[in-house]
């Protein structure tokens, strides 16, 4: 409502302002018409007259002595003294003579002054024909007096053409005549009107205009050169502050009267208002929140309360749930008896699940040491084709090697009764492992280790880096000729970094981050229930976060056709010591 009516009340207002500006213009307009009217009459009374022709021939003579054009000036002088009082509009009248370097005014002046060949004015005139002069200090004007400032007119005597002109005439207005009755003419509390010449320059002392906007001069030149004589123009800053241009051309002169006036000046009173009614509209908003608060209190943010709890309990986090449930109050309503209601729900529930989730766990950990005692059937399988294959072939040497790796990995898989086993027989089972692989794949396979810290005594869960160097085996020729694959294990303060690093397919972006967000307990339901080829990595990450709990954490970086590299951190646990459960987790 506030906006609607601020629109509306501006472009009323506006339109207003506008119309009145122009009438003020068109009577400014009549004003400066009326003094223009006064100064061409001088002019032309002046140019036309006798004696100013008998003085221009008496001083162009050769034979007339200097006492008779000494008389002719003087009678020019009077004649200027008359046609100045009888002119109200017109302050003064000179006229200069080039070649003997005079000039001659009302009141008998008649003086030898050769610096008025120096004046900006005068060159001005004489090279661009430029007839009139914006307000400036004369010489003639000011000497003895305050200084002040003129407009002038300024006319060749004797010819037509300026540049050939021998004589001069100045006919010269206050520039304070003119300007102030413009003052008394205001757009808003700080918009200006200013007069201009056919050039766009300011006739009279307004030096404002200089310092205005670039874009209030461009669109002056463009009325300048275009055939409105009045009108109205909204112009944007570079700031984007809007501002209003109100124009009139002059019917005497090809001068202009120009205005303009920022938007937020001519519409201050209005702007007040609309921030009022803005100001009071806050006011009574934030007193609706403030009672909306309230009642929320008491009944809205229960109820809210309760259904984010619903929503942790349908994903089945009880304990943020519970977080959720208000607490109990004094006086007791609706709302609190549902609470109270879906509280104990949630405990029943919660404990109910609790012992459902143990007898689970126990069934997990039964298939979870079913796990253990499992080598890959694929990898199985391969081995005892890469055997089949050596036979024949009669590599009786390579057939020794793999069955003795594969035995020595059998007996170290068998011994399921412990889930933690030194560091040092973990990488020996991976070496076992490594050699098979070498024999099978040949040169097409590239595998180091490297070992660095103090990795004696060591000890960690088993079956970490096998499945992890299956698979990055596996990735790495599915586009790559050779597969290169770097194993580093390194030991560093109280943590053990274990990383595998190939040259494979990579993994995909979605698979890194549903490893990164799904919980352990997801992880391991997963595992025990699919039988995707990502079961290896799975296996190993679950493991690692069922024992080891808040002080294991992993990293995964993969480059889509550029290989993966997969790093476990796990702590750096001595043989006979435990991982306190509360470290766990």
């Known amino acids: 409502m506030s906006i609607i009516l601020f629109n509306q009340s501006r472009s009323i207002i506006g339109s207003y302002i506008e119309s009145s500006a122009l009438e003020k213009m068109d009577e400014y307009g009549s004003f400066v018409d009326m003094a223009l009217l006064q100064i061409y009459d001088l002019s032309s009374l002046v140019y036309n007259n006798d004696v100013t022709k008998k003085w221009n021939f008496a001083l162009s003579s050769p034979t007339l002595s200097e006492g008779e054009k000494m008389l002719a000036n003087i009678s020019l002088s009077m004649l200027l003294t008359q046609a100045t009082s009888n002119y109200s509009s017109v302050s003064s009248v000179t006229i200069y003579r080039q070649e003997e370097g005079i000039w001659i005014g009302a009141d008998n002046q008649v003086v030898e002054d050769r610096r008025f060949l120096q004046e900006e004015w005068y060159k001005e005139f004489i090279r661009h024909s430029n007839h009139w002069v914006p307000a400036h200090n004369d010489r003639v004007e000011t000497k003895g007096l305050k200084p002040y400032e003129v407009v002038s007119l300024l006319f060749p005597i004797g010819t037509f053409e300026p540049s050939l002109a021998k004589n001069v005439m100045k006919v010269n207005v206050r520039a304070d005549f003119l300007l102030e009755p413009l003052t008394r003419i205001h757009l808003g509390k700080s918009g200006t009107i200013f007069l201009l010449d056919e050039n766009g ?143 104990n729900m949630v405990r029943q529930l919660r404990q109910h699940i609790k012992t459902e989730f143990e007898s689970k766990l126990l069934r997990q950990q039964a298939e979870y040491k079913a796990l253990l005692m499992q080598i890959n059937p694929h990898f199985l399988f391969n081995t005892l084709e890469l055997l089949s294959s050596l036979a024949i072939q009669g590599r009786t040497e390579h057939t020794v090697t793999v069955i003795q790796s594969l035995g020595k990995m059998m007996r170290f898989s068998l011994r399921i009764s412990d889930d933690l086993i030194p560091l040092e027989e973990e990488l020996k089972y991976v070496k076992h492992y490594i050699s098979i692989l070498e024999i099978r794949f040949g040169d097409r396979l590239e595998i180091t280790m490297e070992e660095d810290g103090d990795l004696e005594h060591l000890e960690m869960v088993k079956f970490i880096l096998q499945p992890l160097i299956e698979n990055a085996v596996k990735y790495s020729f599915v586009v790559q000729v050779e597969a290169k694959v770097a194993i580093r294990v390194r030991q560093e303060a109280d943590r053990v970094y274990l990383s595998v690093t190939d040259n494979g397919v990579g993994m995909p972006i979605e698979l890194i981050e549903e490893l990164n967000t799904k919980s352990v307990r997801q992880q391991l339901d997963q595992i025990l229930q699919s039988k995707s080829r990502q079961i290896g990595l799975r296996n190993v990450l679950a493991r690692c976060h069922l024992y080891y709990g808040a002080l294991f954490t992993f990293s995964v970086s993969s480059e889509s056709g550029q290989g993966t590299v997969i790093e476990l951190v796990i702590p750096a646990q001595r043989r006979n010591q435990d991982v306190s459960s509360i470290d766990r987790g």
């Open 201 to 343: 320059r300011p006739m009279l002392s307004q030096a404002e205009y200089n310092a205005s906007y670039p874009q209030v001069k461009e669109e002056v030149d463009k009325i300048l050169s275009g055939s409105s004589k009045q009108g109205v123009t909204h112009l944007k800053d570079a700031k984007g502050e809007a501002y209003i241009m109100v124009y009139k051309r002059l019917g005497l002169t090809k001068w202009l009267l120009t205005g303009f006036v920022s938007e937020r000046d001519l519409y201050a009173n209005l702007y007040q208002l609309r921030n009022s009614i803005i100001l009071f509209s806050t006011l009574l908003m934030i007193a609706a929140i403030v009672l909306a608060t309230w009642i929320s209190y008491g009944i809205t943010k229960p109820l809210s309360s309760l259904v984010s709890a619903m929503r942790f309990v349908q994903k089945g986090d009880f304990a943020h749930a519970e977080s959720l449930i208000p607490p109990e109050r004094m006086v007791r309503n609706e709302v609190d008896y549902a609470t109270a209601t879906f509280r």
